[in-house]
């Protein structure tokens, strides 16, 4: 198939100004250094799923994108996380004041009252992730488990520079690369695991303790010939 790019969206997550507007659930200790923002959890992480959060962006997308962003690992353990295509499951807006709030829960997020795809691509939180680094692609409202592949990012201590992270939905199908290194695709046939995700918001997670540095965050609509 045969399309074009078109940016847009443009930020370089470089300073507090670049985030205005974007959306904390939860409780995200979030500064800047070096022209990158920098996420980590501000409360114990030793209360578990309440320490973890989600950062979104408040722009409403359209169904056919790319989505690029810098990433690098300071402290792990912990995971990162991309939700996209995010609306109520009745097509809400995800801030509509008819929907449950949400304090970062993951629950909440693949269970709850909304639809997304997310795909976590740094996992190293528990012992089995650590021992055999996967990227997973979920798509919720129900938690499915729909396309898997390996990581290549190395453990934070040995990362000495950032990796382009890249998501790409066409339709139906989503293609995932880090360095431009294809991870995985999937073919979503839009009734196994629930009807088509459209559109919506995208929005970062971490789960603490992880401590990572992101920037340059671009989304492309694309435009078929």
Wanted: aromatic share 14%; charged share 30%; proline share 4%.
């Amino acid at each position: 198939m045969e399309y074009e790019k078109k940016l847009i969206y443009e930020n370089p997550l470089s300073c507090e100004k670049d985030i205005k507007g974007f959306v904390a659930e939860g409780t995200p200790r979030i500064y800047f250094e070096n022209n990158k923002m920098h996420l980590t959890n501000a409360i114990d992480a030793n209360i578990k799923d309440k320490s973890n959060f989600v950062l979104w962006c408040p722009v409403d997308f359209p169904d056919n994108i790319i989505i690029e962003w810098e990433f690098r690992p300071i402290i792990e353990p912990g995971l990162a996380i991309m939700f996209f295509g995010a609306k109520g499951i009745h097509g809400e807006d995800i801030f509509d004041s008819k929907l449950n709030p949400r304090n970062g829960q993951y629950e909440q997020y693949h269970s709850g009252d909304i639809n997304a795809f997310h795909i976590s691509y740094f996992r190293r939180k528990w012992d089995r992730e650590r021992q055999f680094h996967t990227c997973n692609l979920r798509k919720s409202k129900g938690f499915y488990l729909v396309a898997q592949g390996a990581d290549p990012i190395p453990d934070a201590s040995e990362c000495k520079d950032f990796y382009k992270i890249r998501i790409s939905k066409i339709d139906n199908n989503i293609d995932f690369y880090i360095n431009d290194l294809h991870i995985f695709n999937y073919c979503d046939d839009e009734s196994t695991y629930g009807g088509h995700i459209s559109g919506g918001k995208i929005g970062f997670r971490q789960m603490a303790p992880l401590k990572a540095e992101y920037g340059n965050l671009k989304v492309y609509e694309i435009i078929k010939k």
